[in-house]
Structure formats: C-alpha cells, structure tokens
C-alpha cells in the first residue's frame, strides 16, 4: 500500500518561500514511469496541479507557477519536496501530493492535504 505524507509550516509571511515535503512509504519514487505531483486547492475554489517529479527525476512544472516553483527529491529518504517563492495571500491553500501513474492527470494514490496560510 503506498503511502503519502506532506509535512510543512501551516503559516507562511508573505514574499517567503513556501517549502512542503512529501514522504512516500510502500513505493519507491526513482520508479520509472511514475509522477509524483504536488496539487493545490484554494478556499472554494477546484484543484490546480503545481508540477511533478518523475521516477527519473525529470521534472515538469504548471505554466502559471513555474517562474516561482521548484521540485527536487531525496532518494535516500523516499521524498520529494515543493518549493514555491515569493508567495502571497492567493497562495493560501490546501496542499496536497498525489501519485500520477502516467502523468495523465489521473491520480492513485494522495496525501492527506495540509493546510499553508500565507499572512503576516
């Protein structure tokens, strides 16, 4: 059973770097031909996929967000982690990270969400 985790500050200042890690259990993420994503929900709006790292270590970004968003791993702990600059109170969301088996949108297995409120 795969297992997703995203740990992370709850509470960002504006113009700060938002940094979230997402710890995978029960699959290794260097498997080929497997995307791991990181996706946001806004308060009462629908889900926005941020970008994605592959087992290869390729990694793909959202038009809208790629001037301000990286994402880099750690095979030695199974992680991967989302870095997104510059962040304002639009940034404030529901983050989550999900399993995207053929990077088709498509996702089989999810964290649980974790809360990021950007406030000073």
């Known amino acids: 059973q795969v297992q997703l985790q995203e740990s992370g500050p709850g509470l960002v200042k504006p113009s700060q770097t938002l940094s979230l890690t997402c710890t995978v259990s029960g699959g290794s993420i260097t498997t080929n031909y497997l995307y791991w994503s990181w996706i946001r929900q806004p308060p009462g709006k629908g889900l926005e996929w941020m970008g994605a790292?592959?087992?290869?270590?390729?990694?793909y970004y959202s038009p809208t967000l790629k001037s301000r968003t990286s994402i880099s791993r750690d095979t030695s702990k199974n992680q991967f982690t989302l870095l997104l600059s510059s962040v304002t109170p639009e940034d404030t969301a529901v983050y989550y990270c999900a399993r995207d088996p053929q990077m088709v949108g498509k996702y089989d297995y999810w964290g649980q969400g974790t809360q990021v409120t950007v406030s000073s």
């Open positions: 790292i592959g087992g290869s270590g390729n990694t």
